[in-house]
């Protein structure tokens, strides 16, 4: 079973709009949540991150929320650019074990000039 | 260069064929890991290191092995290569436990 969800496999966004790429997860036990941005025959990047004991981090244009109740996170830009065009997943790191992220199936986002 | 590179970049291979996927990082990272990319399926583990001459299984282990005699190195061995095991196939290390990953630029195995 997936533990993370990316339930939306694409996303179209106007430049200068905000995107929202959401995310789901199942197992309470994770303590760390991390964005990844990648881009075509590139490795993903890290972006983002959110330890279990925030609800918010930000970083330039690039907000995530964490919501614990819901298990559930969001990655915000604002504002979009065409250079944020990129497939971004969602990861999550359990508290005990290696240090092993479980990712998500990732949304493609594209933003429209 | 320092980083961390995957080679071959793409690799066709027969059903049956064993074939290896090299990972090579320049940090001395304890955590090395090898995923693959599947539409779907996003990233899934295959197997983990968190230190030279310790690996593990993640997710999907089956028909896959790893062995790391040095810190740097981690490579990949399909012993015999199924149509299902073409991927893309991400290498990544990491300093420590709470650290994020840094990805290699990816391989791309297709297996006929």
């Known amino acids: 079973d997936q533990q993370v969800k990316q339930n939306s496999p694409s996303l179209s966004v106007q430049e200068g709009r905000i995107s929202i790429l959401n995310c789901d997860y199942t197992n309470s036990m994770f303590d760390y949540f991390l964005w990844y941005k990648k881009y075509p025959a590139e490795g993903p990047t890290f972006l983002i991150s959110i330890s279990s004991i925030k609800d918010k981090n930000e970083d330039g244009r690039f907000t995530v929320f964490l919501n614990k109740s819901a298990k559930h996170l969001s990655l915000h830009i604002v504002p979009s650019q065409p250079g944020d065009s990129a497939v971004y997943f969602c990861a999550a790191r359990a508290q005990t074990g290696a240090n092993n992220l479980f990712f998500g199936t990732g949304t493609r986002l594209t933003v429209i000039p | 260069d320092a980083g961390i590179t995957q080679s071959p970049r793409y690799k066709i291979t027969e059903t049956g064929r064993q074939v290896t996927l090299m990972c090579h990082q320049t940090?001395?990272?304890?955590?090395m890991f090898w995923y693959r990319q599947d539409l779907g399926h996003g990233l899934r583990l295959i197997y983990y290191?968190?230190?030279?001459?310790?690996?593990d299984k993640g997710e999907v282990p089956d028909g896959y092995v790893v062995s790391r005699s040095k810190t740097e190195n981690f490579p990949l061995t399909l012993e015999s290569a199924t149509r299902s095991q073409t991927s893309v196939y991400f290498c990544?290390?990491?300093?420590?436990?709470?650290?994020?990953?840094?990805f290699g630029s990816g391989t791309r195995l297709t297996v006929v």
């Open positions: 990544a290390s990491s300093e420590s436990r709470v650290g994020g990953y840094t």
């Open positions: 290191s968190a230190a030279a001459d310790i690996t």
């Open positions: 940090w001395s990272h304890s955590y």
